[in-house]
C-alpha cells in the first residue's frame, strides 16, 4: 500500500510511523490521560486497514485525520489534543516555505500528484518540469496573495475549484477561437517577423502551425482553427499551378486545356497532402512554452464556405485530414499510432448526413476515422442552430474553443455575428456532490446551500475577470495585437474585449450524477430525480442569467471536463464525508451532467437523455459513448452519427487505440491492480507493465490523453460500461 507525502512523492505505507507518533504524543501527556500500547496499536491497525479499504493512496493528511478519529472515539481527549497541536505547529514550519519540496520533487521525477496530472504532458523531460516549477510558484503566490481566503479554502477543501492556479498569477485567459482567416489574408508578425498573406496553400498551412504554436504559448486553455480559412489558398496554388503546367507543355507543343486541367489538379491534391501533413505532423512534434504539443482543434465544417469552389475546395481539404488521420503517425519504433492532436470536429449537415446525399462520402470516411481513431467529434448543424441563437432570432452553427468551451451568440455593433477572434476569460467550477452531502438530504437546506456556493463561484469568477482587467496588448501580442484576437495598437489594454458578450466566463459543474443520487436515492435518468437534476441546472443558468446582468460579463454555464480534479474531488468527499455507496464510494465523480460510467444505458437512449442537459450547458459540453472496435462495423458508426444530427448538439464516440512496444499486441491494454493494490496498466499478450514501452490513448475529458492518468481517473476508465 503506498501513501501521497506532502511534496506529492509517493512513498510506501509504514505503520511503525503512526505507532512512531502516538506514542510520542502520549508520552507528553499525563499519565492519567495516555492510553496502553495496546490501544496504540490497536489505532495503528485500524488506520491501516481503513486506509486499505479505500484503494488509492492516502495523504499523509487523511491519515493524521483517521489517527485523531481514533484516538478521540477512545475518549482520549487531552491526547488528542496533543496530536493535533502538534499537528498544527508542524503544518506552520511548513508554511513558512510551501514550495521547495514540491519543485525539488518534481525534479527528481517522484511527484506522483503532479506526474498525473496532465495526460498529455510528459513530466520527465524538462520543459514539462520548467512549467510545472512555475506552476508551483505561481500556484504559492495565488494562495498566500491574489485569491481571497474564503476562496482558497474552499478550493482546498474540494468544494470548488478555481481551475489553473499555476497560470493565475499571469495575465492569461483561458481558451479561443483563433482568428485565422484575418491572419491569413491580412498579414500578422510572429517574433517580431512579418508574415504576409500566403501565395500557396502549402505556404497557408505552415504559417497556420507556427501561428498555432505561437497562441498555445500566450493561454493556458484550449485553442480551434477552422479548416475554411485555409480553403481559399487551394485556388491560389491551383491558378499558381496551372500557369506552370500550362508553360512547360507549352515548351513541347502542347496546348490541351483539359490536359493542363488535369496535370494540375493532381500536382494540386499532392500539394494539399503536403500541408494537412506539415499541419499533422507539426501539431504533434511542437512543444509550446508548458512543454506540451499545443491543444489545438480543427473545425470541419462545409457549409462555413463562402462559395461553390471553396466549398469543393474545402472538402478536398477535410478529405485529406481524414485520409492521414487515418493512417496515423508512427511511434519511436515506426508502427502507426493514435496521435492525440490535433482533435478534429466534422459537422453533420444536410448535404453530407444521408446516403445519396452530396458529401455522403465524406461522412462515411469521417465514420471509418473514428472507429480507427477515435475522432472526429461531430457537431449536428441542426440542433445548433436551434440552440445557439442570436438577439435577431438567427441561430449559428461553429466549433467550441478547444475540447468543448462554446461562446454564446455574440453580434457585432453592425449587426454582422462573430466568433473567430473571440474567447473565454477563465472557469471555476462548484462540487455539486459537496451541496448535496453538505445538506444532509434536506432539500431546504439544499438549496439554500447552493445559493451560498453560488454566490461563492461568483466571486471567485470576478476575480478571473478582474485579473485580466488592465492587461495591456503587449503582454500578448500575437494575440492582441497582431491579429488572433484583436488589431490593438500597443500598450492598449484589452478591457472592452471583457464586456457585452465579446468573451464569456465559466461557471462549471461536476458530479450531477452523486448529487442526484444522494438527494433523491436514485440516478438523474430515472423519471422520479429527473425534474430535481433539470432543476438544478436551471438554477445554475439563472445565477448566470443573474450575474451576467449585473456586470454586464457573458457568464456561461459549462459542463466541466474534470481530468485530475476527479480524483481531487473525490478524496475531498470521502475525507469530509466517509464512503457512501453509490455517492462517494469511488475515487472519481461524474463529469458534469454525464450518466455514471457504471450505468447500464444504450448509445441512443443515453445520447437522447442527455441532450436536455446538454441544451443548458450553453458555455459548453459534450456527450459521448463508449463503443467497443467499430472498425469492421462502420455500418453502426453512421446510425449513431445520423442519430446525433437529429438528437443532440455534439457528441463523440470513445473507442480504444493501444499498441504494445514489448510484443506489438495492437488490442486493448488492461487496467489491473498491483500487488500494493494499486491500479496499473497491463499488455494481457505479454504482461507488460512499463508505461514507456506501450501506446495507450483514450479520451477522458474532450480531448485523447496519452500520458496516463492519476488513480481516480484510472479507476473511472477502468468501470466503463460499453453503449453500442
Known amino acids: 500500500m503506498k501513501i501521497i507525502k506532502r511534496s506529492g512523492a509517493e512513498s510506501v505505507f509504514d505503520i511503525t510511523k503512526i505507532i512512531v507518533a502516538i506514542t510520542k504524543a502520549n508520552a507528553s501527556v499525563a499519565e492519567s490521560d495516555r492510553i496502553t500500547a495496546e490501544q496504540v496499536s ?9 486506509a486499505n479499504n479505500r484503494r488509492r493512496a492516502l495523504s499523509v493528511e487523511e491519515i493524521q485525520d483517521l489517527v485523531e478519529d481514533r484516538i478521540m472515539s477512545l475518549g482520549a481527549f487531552n491526547l488528542a489534543r496533543k496530536y493535533i497541536t502538534y499537528r498544527y505547529t508542524r503544518e506552520l514550519v511548513r508554511k513558512s516555505n510551501t514550495t521547495d519540496e514540491q519543485i525539488m520533487s518534481l525534479i527528481e521525477c517522484n511527484n506522483e500528484e503532479v506526474k498525473q496530472e496532465n495526460s498529455n504532458k510528459n513530466p520527465t523531460i524538462n520543459s514539462v518540469q520548467r512549467d510545472y516549477m512555475a506552476g508551483e510558484v505561481s500556484k504559492d503566490i495565488t494562495k498566500r496573495i491574489l485569491l481571497p481566503k474564503e476562496i482558497v479554502d474552499a478550493h482546498e477543501e474540494g468544494i470548488i475549484h478555481f481551475h489553473d492556479a499555476d497560470y493565475f498569477a499571469q495575465h492569461m485567459h483561458n481558451c479561443d477561437l483563433v482568428n ?22 502549402s505556404t497557408a498551412c505552415n504559417i497556420a502551425t507556427q501561428i498555432i504554436a ?46 493542363i486541367a488535369h496535370i494540375a489538379e493532381e500536382r494540386l491534391k499532392d500539394e494539399v497532402r503536403r500541408g494537412i501533413q506539415t499541419i499533422q505532423y507539426q501539431v504533434v512534434t511542437l512543444l509550446t512554452t508548458n512543454g506540451q504539443a499545443p491543444f489545438v482543434t480543427v473545425f470541419m465544417y462545409l457549409n462555413e464556405a463562402r462559395n ?7 472538402a478536398l481539404i477535410i478529405e485529406e485530414t481524414l ?38 462520402e465524406l461522412t462515411k470516411l469521417a465514420a471509418q476515422c473514428t472507429a480507427k481513431r477515435m475522432v472526429p467529434d461531430y457537431i449536428s448543424e441542426k440542433k445548433m442552430l436551434e440552440y445557439k441563437v442570436d438577439k435577431t432570432g438567427k441561430g449559428h452553427c461553429y466549433t467550441c474553443m478547444g475540447c468543448r468551451s462554446f461562446l454564446t451568440p455574440y ?39 447552493f445559493e451560498d456556493r453560488l454566490e461563492l463561484c461568483y466571486r471567485a469568477l470576478m476575480c478571473r475577470h478582474n485579473r485580466l482587467k488592465g492587461t495591456l496588448s503587449d503582454a500578448a501580442p500575437i494575440l492582441w495585437q497582431y491579429g488572433a484576437l484583436a488589431r490593438l495598437k500597443k500598450g492598449e489594454v484589452i478591457d472592452k474585449r471583457l464586456y457585452g458578450g465579446y468573451s464569456t466566463i465559466s461557471l462549471g459543474y461536476a458530479g450531477l450524477y452523486e448529487c442526484v443520487k444522494f438527494m433523491t436515492g436514485k440516478s438523474h435518468t430515472d423519471p422520479a430525480a429527473k425534474p ?49 455507496e453509490g455517492v462517494t464510494d469511488k475515487n472519481y465523480i461524474t463529469n458534469s451532467y454525464h450518466v455514471h460510467v457504471t450505468e447500464e444505458i444504450d448509445a441512443f437512449t443515453k445520447l437522447k437523455f442527455e441532450s436536455e442537459f446538454q441544451q443548458l450547458s450553453p458555455g459548453g459540453a459534450i456527450s459521448y459513448v463508449e463503443v467497443p472496435n467499430m472498425q469492421d462495423n462502420i455500418d453502426a458508426v453512421l446510425e449513431v452519427m445520423k442519430f446525433i444530427y437529429d438528437n443532440i448538439m455534439y457528441a463523440e464516440l470513445n473507442t480504444k487505440s493501444d499498441y504494445c512496444q514489448e510484443c506489438g499486441y495492437d488490442g486493448e491494454i488492461q487496467i489491473v491492480k498491483d500487488e500494493d493494490g494499486k491500479l496499473v496498466w497491463e499488455c494481457p499478450n505479454c504482461k507488460n507493465r512499463d508505461q514507456s514501452k506501450m501506446n495507450v490513448a483514450r479520451r477522458t475529458c474532450g480531448y485523447i490523453g496519452t500520458q496516463y492518468w492519476n488513480q481516480g481517473r484510472t479507476e473511472e476508465i477502468k468501470e466503463r460500461v460499453l453503449h453500442l
Not at 42 to 50: L, M, P, Q, T
Not at 216 to 239: E, W
Request: glycine residues 6%; neutral net charge.
Open 42 to 50: 490497536e489505532i495503528a491497525k485500524d488506520v491501516e486497514k481503513v
Open 180 to 201: 485565422l482567416e484575418d491572419m491569413l489574408q491580412n498579414g500578422t508578425v510572429i517574433s517580431g517577423t512579418l508574415i504576409e498573406r500566403p501565395h500557396s496553400f
Open 214 to 259: 505561437q497562441v498555445a504559448s500566450n493561454q493556458y486553455g484550449g485553442q480551434s482553427i477552422s479548416l475554411t480559412h485555409l480553403a481559399p489558398f487551394v485556388d491560389v496554388s491551383r491558378k499558381k499551378i496551372r500557369e506552370a503546367v500550362a508553360a512547360e507543355l507549352a515548351t513541347v507543343g502542347i496546348y490541351d486545356e483539359e490536359k
Open 308 to 314: 461553390e469552389q471553396e466549398k469543393l475546395d474545402l
Open 323 to 360: 485520409k492521414q488521420r487515418i493512417k496515423g503517425v508512427k511511434n519511436e519504433s515506426g508502427v502507426w499510432i493514435t496521435p492525440a492532436f490535433p482533435k478534429l470536429i466534422y459537422v453533420l449537415e444536410e448535404d453530407n448526413i444521408k446516403e445519396g446525399s452530396r458529401f455522403w
Open 411 to 449: 453580434v457585432d455593433l453592425e449587426g454582422n455575428p462573430k466568433y473567430y477572434g473571440r474567447f473565454n476569460q477563465g472557469v471555476v467550477t462548484i462540487n455539486l456532490v459537496d451541496v448535496a452531502l453538505s445538506s444532509n438530504a434536506d432539500e431546504n437546506k439544499f438549496w439554500r446551500i
Open 532 to 580: 430535481f437534476a433539470l432543476a438544478v441546472m436551471q438554477k445554475m443558468n439563472d445565477k448566470c442569467k443573474e450575474w451576467k446582468s449585473k456586470e454586464n460579463i457573458d457568464f456561461s454555464l459549462y459542463g466541466t471536463p474534470l481530468e485530475s480534479t476527479t480524483y481531487k474531488f473525490a478524496k475531498n468527499l470521502q475525507r469530509r464525508f466517509g464512503i457512501i
